[in-house]
């Protein structure tokens, strides 16, 4: 019995080295990831174990290393994990089977790492020809880096129109293949997943507070492989009429362990705070608020908890922030209105104090 592991990459390229001359140049690098052997049945004495006539099972168990990379399948490149059993006979061929099996390597985005939030700005002067028609500029960010498929992305962004023309604001979750071997690296994107927004006229700016972007169902990102990789980002572009277009880029990695509700309440409230700051007229961070335990005592609080508020299930395109941040677990009373209660209560013995005093 053997258990392997080949991490493989493959392309071919063709040049031309003049007018009538073409050559094609293949470039392939293979490694092995896992390799595990087993004998399941060995001879008691001589050289051949005899088996009776009939059904034989051998079970066996081996273990992974934590290591391994995820399986992939790739246009110039694979991971793949196989199983093969061979019986040896005397004086005729070995019969051979294979089982091939999935490794998923485990990618957790609760590491302080992960949890950054991202942010990035850009502008460029729109022209064309030789006409010079303004700036535009674009800034762009998102709670944090680590996310698992399924979730929704919240892009917050900004775009200001100083051209003559109207532009076209779009965002899009993009995956990149890389393939390396003998010293050569070959790549290959791909939109997974888009959203645009509307166009902002001339001399105009327009805010995304929180436009919402879902990952569909794709595989973890591939870091940790020689032979190839597999990464993420989110590219914010603006599309100008008559010049290229704007961009900018922001590094993701798709995981495979979600975010844990400690993680996801103490990084959303951090990671807003730090969107809201600065970002522009109109949208000021709000207040925070008191302690609980300064306003309710331990007495106070109920003997049972409630359950979790139950998510919707038409939830808007457009959030306001992250938006299982506000679908947390109240397990205590909330806090009285600051009306309600008074930091200076009237003394019953002395006389009512004058507001003036």
């Known amino acids: 019995l053997r258990a392997r592991g080949r991490a493989r990459a493959h392309w071919t390229e063709s040049r031309s080295a003049g007018s009538s001359t073409a050559y094609t140049q293949s470039y392939s690098e ?10 399941l049945l060995a001879p008691d004495s001589g050289d051949v174990a005899a088996l009776p006539a009939g059904r034989h099972e051998f079970p066996f168990s081996f273990q ?6 995820t ?10 994990y196989a199983i093969t059993a061979t019986l040896h006979r005397p004086w005729a061929p070995a019969r051979r089977a294979q089982k091939v099996f999935t490794v998923i390597e ?15 700005a850009r502008e460029k002067v729109a022209r064309s020809w030789y006409c010079t028609h303004g700036l535009v500029s674009l800034s762009a960010k998102i709670d944090r ?7 929704v992305i919240p892009v917050f962004a900004e775009i200001g129109n100083g051209c003559t023309r109207a532009v076209q604001p779009r965002a899009a979750l993009v995956q990149t293949q890389t393939f390396m071997a003998r010293g050569a690296c070959k790549q290959k994107q791909t939109v997974v ?13 327009a805010l995304w507070p929180g436009r919402a972007l879902r990952i569909p169902p794709v595989g973890p990102s591939i870091l940790r492989c020689r032979v190839l990789s ?8 603006v599309d100008i009429p008559g010049s290229s277009k704007l961009l900018l880029e922001l590094p993701l990695v798709i995981g495979t362990v979600p975010l844990r509700p400690l993680g996801s309440r103490s990084a959303s409230v951090g990671s807003r705070a730090s969107l809201l700051q600065n970002w522009g007229p109109g949208m000021e961070p709000p207040e925070a608020p008191p302690e609980y335990a300064a306003v309710v005592s331990e007495s106070q609080l109920p003997a049972a908890s409630p359950g979790p508020v139950p998510v919707p299930r038409d939830a808007g395109v457009t959030l306001e922030g992250p938006y299982f941040a506000c679908l947390q677990e109240f397990r205590y009373r909330p806090p009285p209105l600051y009306s309600e209660v008074d930091p200076h209560p009237p003394s019953e013995t002395g006389r009512p104090r004058c507001m003036t005093c």
């Open 30 to 39: 293979r490694v092995e990831v896992v390799s595990h052997r087993a004998t």
């Open 145 to 151: 880096k680590g996310y698992t498929p399924g979730e």
């Open 106 to 120: 485990p990618v957790d985005i609760n590491t302080p790492a992960l949890l950054e939030p991202q942010a990035g």
């Open 71 to 80: 399986s992939f399948e790739g246009k110039h490149g694979s991971v793949r």
């Open 230 to 237: 597999v990464g993420y980002s989110l590219k914010v572009c």
């Open 64 to 69: 992974l290393p934590i290591s391994l990379v």
């Open 193 to 205: 997943a888009s959203v645009d927004g509307e166009p902002v006229g001339p001399g105009r700016r």
